[in-house]
Protein backbone atom coordinates (compact mmCIF):
# COMPACT_ATOMS: atom_id res chain seq x y z
CA UNK A 1 0.00 0.00 0.00
CA UNK A 2 1.32 3.03 -0.92
CA UNK A 3 1.95 6.00 1.08
CA UNK A 4 -0.52 8.06 -0.22
CA UNK A 5 -3.36 5.54 0.08
CA UNK A 6 -2.02 4.98 3.93
CA UNK A 7 -2.20 8.44 4.82
CA UNK A 8 -5.49 8.89 3.33
CA UNK A 9 -7.14 5.92 4.72
CA UNK A 10 -6.25 7.17 8.26
CA UNK A 11 -7.28 10.70 7.53
CA UNK A 12 -10.03 10.26 5.78
CA UNK A 13 -11.97 9.24 9.27
CA UNK A 14 -10.72 12.06 11.37
CA UNK A 15 -11.98 14.74 8.36
CA UNK A 16 -15.55 12.82 8.41
CA UNK A 17 -15.40 12.84 12.07
CA UNK A 18 -15.09 16.65 12.47
CA UNK A 19 -17.07 17.12 9.70
CA UNK A 20 -19.87 15.17 10.77
CA UNK A 21 -19.99 16.30 14.57
CA UNK A 22 -20.10 20.20 12.92
CA UNK A 23 -23.33 19.69 10.61
CA UNK A 24 -24.67 17.56 12.92
CA UNK A 25 -24.79 19.58 15.70
CA UNK A 26 -26.16 22.59 13.32
CA UNK A 27 -28.93 20.14 11.80
CA UNK A 28 -29.46 19.58 15.53
CA UNK A 29 -30.10 22.92 16.81
CA UNK A 30 -32.05 23.87 13.43
CA UNK A 31 -34.59 20.76 13.83
CA UNK A 32 -35.19 21.20 17.31
CA UNK A 33 -35.60 25.35 17.23
CA UNK A 34 -38.36 24.18 14.50
CA UNK A 35 -40.14 21.46 16.27
CA UNK A 36 -39.87 23.11 19.62
CA UNK A 37 -41.85 26.01 18.00
CA UNK A 38 -44.66 24.75 15.86
CA UNK A 39 -47.28 22.38 16.34
CA UNK A 40 -47.47 19.22 16.42
CA UNK A 41 -48.45 18.50 12.64
CA UNK A 42 -45.87 20.53 11.37
CA UNK A 43 -43.22 19.15 13.18
CA UNK A 44 -44.26 15.94 11.70
CA UNK A 45 -43.81 17.22 8.35
CA UNK A 46 -40.26 18.41 9.17
CA UNK A 47 -39.10 14.92 10.07
CA UNK A 48 -40.69 13.44 7.43
CA UNK A 49 -38.74 15.89 5.27
CA UNK A 50 -35.59 14.99 7.18
CA UNK A 51 -36.22 11.37 6.43
CA UNK A 52 -36.58 11.59 3.07
CA UNK A 53 -33.74 13.71 2.78
CA UNK A 54 -31.76 10.55 4.74
CA UNK A 55 -33.67 7.98 2.31
CA UNK A 56 -32.31 10.16 -1.16
CA UNK A 57 -28.91 10.67 0.69
CA UNK A 58 -28.88 6.62 1.05
CA UNK A 59 -30.11 5.84 -2.49
CA UNK A 60 -27.50 8.32 -3.94
CA UNK A 61 -24.81 6.19 -1.83
CA UNK A 62 -25.77 3.16 -2.97
CA UNK A 63 -25.97 4.44 -6.79
CA UNK A 64 -22.42 5.11 -6.42
CA UNK A 65 -21.15 2.34 -4.65
CA UNK A 66 -22.82 -0.40 -7.23
CA UNK A 67 -22.21 1.41 -10.72
CA UNK A 68 -19.64 0.87 -13.06
CA UNK A 69 -17.43 3.32 -15.22
CA UNK A 70 -17.75 1.49 -18.66
CA UNK A 71 -20.54 3.44 -20.38
CA UNK A 72 -19.05 6.67 -18.70
CA UNK A 73 -16.46 6.17 -20.24
CA UNK A 74 -17.96 5.94 -23.39
CA UNK A 75 -20.21 9.02 -22.90
CA UNK A 76 -17.32 10.74 -22.37
CA UNK A 77 -15.58 9.58 -25.61
CA UNK A 78 -18.61 11.13 -27.35
CA UNK A 79 -17.72 14.15 -25.28
CA UNK A 80 -21.51 13.80 -23.22
CA UNK A 81 -20.79 16.51 -20.40
CA UNK A 82 -21.74 14.78 -17.46
CA UNK A 83 -19.71 11.80 -18.44
CA UNK A 84 -15.93 13.16 -16.97
CA UNK A 85 -18.07 14.30 -13.82
CA UNK A 86 -19.90 11.30 -13.46
CA UNK A 87 -15.97 9.06 -14.12
CA UNK A 88 -14.37 11.36 -11.07
CA UNK A 89 -17.33 10.77 -9.32
CA UNK A 90 -17.18 6.75 -9.53
CA UNK A 91 -13.46 6.92 -9.00
CA UNK A 92 -14.19 8.46 -5.61
CA UNK A 93 -17.21 6.45 -4.94
CA UNK A 94 -16.43 4.68 -2.02
CA UNK A 95 -16.00 9.17 -0.52
CA UNK A 96 -19.52 9.50 -2.06
CA UNK A 97 -21.24 7.00 -0.56
CA UNK A 98 -19.93 7.24 2.59
CA UNK A 99 -21.12 10.83 2.24
CA UNK A 100 -24.26 10.27 1.26
CA UNK A 101 -25.22 7.30 2.75
CA UNK A 102 -23.61 7.24 5.80
CA UNK A 103 -22.78 10.95 7.08
CA UNK A 104 -26.33 12.08 5.33
CA UNK A 105 -27.91 9.49 5.94
CA UNK A 106 -27.19 8.76 9.12
CA UNK A 107 -27.58 12.25 10.27
CA UNK A 108 -30.98 12.37 9.27
CA UNK A 109 -31.69 9.24 10.88
CA UNK A 110 -30.59 10.65 14.36
CA UNK A 111 -31.54 14.29 13.78
CA UNK A 112 -35.36 12.93 13.17
CA UNK A 113 -35.19 9.97 16.09
CA UNK A 114 -34.07 13.44 18.08
CA UNK A 115 -36.70 15.84 17.36
CA UNK A 116 -39.22 12.61 17.19
CA UNK A 117 -38.41 12.76 20.69
CA UNK A 118 -39.23 16.49 20.84
CA UNK A 119 -42.81 15.71 19.44
CA UNK A 120 -43.18 12.71 21.93
CA UNK A 121 -42.86 14.95 24.79
CA UNK A 122 -45.19 17.50 23.70
CA UNK A 123 -47.52 14.91 22.93
CA UNK A 124 -47.31 13.50 26.49
CA UNK A 125 -47.92 17.01 28.07
CA UNK A 126 -51.15 17.22 26.25
CA UNK A 127 -52.66 14.09 27.26
CA UNK A 128 -52.31 13.86 30.72
CA UNK A 129 -53.67 10.51 31.63
CA UNK A 130 -51.18 8.64 29.00
CA UNK A 131 -47.50 7.94 30.00
CA UNK A 132 -44.92 10.05 28.12
CA UNK A 133 -43.14 6.01 27.70
CA UNK A 134 -46.42 5.46 25.45
CA UNK A 135 -46.21 8.23 22.99
CA UNK A 136 -41.99 8.24 23.11
CA UNK A 137 -42.52 4.19 21.74
CA UNK A 138 -44.81 4.97 19.39
CA UNK A 139 -43.10 7.71 17.73
CA UNK A 140 -39.60 6.10 17.90
CA UNK A 141 -41.45 3.01 16.61
CA UNK A 142 -42.85 4.95 13.83
CA UNK A 143 -39.83 6.99 12.77
CA UNK A 144 -37.52 3.75 12.86
CA UNK A 145 -39.95 1.75 10.69
CA UNK A 146 -40.79 4.10 8.02
CA UNK A 147 -36.85 4.61 7.58
CA UNK A 148 -35.91 1.23 7.39
CA UNK A 149 -38.99 0.86 4.85
CA UNK A 150 -38.22 3.67 3.09
CA UNK A 151 -34.37 2.77 2.77
CA UNK A 152 -35.17 -0.81 1.46
CA UNK A 153 -37.52 0.77 -1.14
CA UNK A 154 -34.46 3.08 -2.29
CA UNK A 155 -31.78 0.47 -1.92
CA UNK A 156 -33.84 -1.40 -4.73
CA UNK A 157 -34.26 1.48 -6.76
CA UNK A 158 -30.37 2.52 -6.34
CA UNK A 159 -29.52 -0.56 -7.61
CA UNK A 160 -31.74 -0.80 -10.40
CA UNK A 161 -31.06 2.56 -11.26
CA UNK A 162 -27.45 3.33 -10.74
CA UNK A 163 -26.78 4.72 -14.13
CA UNK A 164 -29.25 7.30 -14.25
CA UNK A 165 -28.94 8.35 -10.76
CA UNK A 166 -25.14 8.52 -11.40
CA UNK A 167 -25.65 10.17 -14.54
CA UNK A 168 -28.21 13.14 -12.61
CA UNK A 169 -26.05 13.83 -9.76
CA UNK A 170 -22.36 14.14 -12.26
CA UNK A 171 -25.04 16.87 -14.16
CA UNK A 172 -25.09 18.99 -11.43
CA UNK A 173 -21.79 18.20 -10.28
CA UNK A 174 -20.11 19.57 -13.71
CA UNK A 175 -19.79 23.23 -12.16
CA UNK A 176 -17.22 21.67 -10.13
CA UNK A 177 -14.70 20.00 -11.94
CA UNK A 178 -12.63 22.64 -13.45
CA UNK A 179 -11.46 19.98 -16.24
CA UNK A 180 -15.21 18.97 -17.17
CA UNK A 181 -15.46 21.39 -20.32
CA UNK A 182 -16.81 18.81 -22.49
Known amino acids: MSKQIKKRSWLWPIKIFIFTLIITAG ?3 VTETLTNNLSVIAAVFIIL ?7 TADVIGIAFATCEQKPFVSMASK ?4 AKSAIRLLQNADIVSNIC ?9 IVSG ?5 IAIKLALSAHDTPEMVFTIAVSSIIAA ?13 IKNNK ?9 SVPFFKDSKS
Open 114 to 118: AAGAT
Open 27 to 29: ISV
Open 79 to 82: KIKK
Open 49 to 55: FIMLIGI
Open 164 to 172: QIVSFIAYF
Open 146 to 158: LTVAGKAAGKTIA
Open 101 to 109: GDVIGDICG
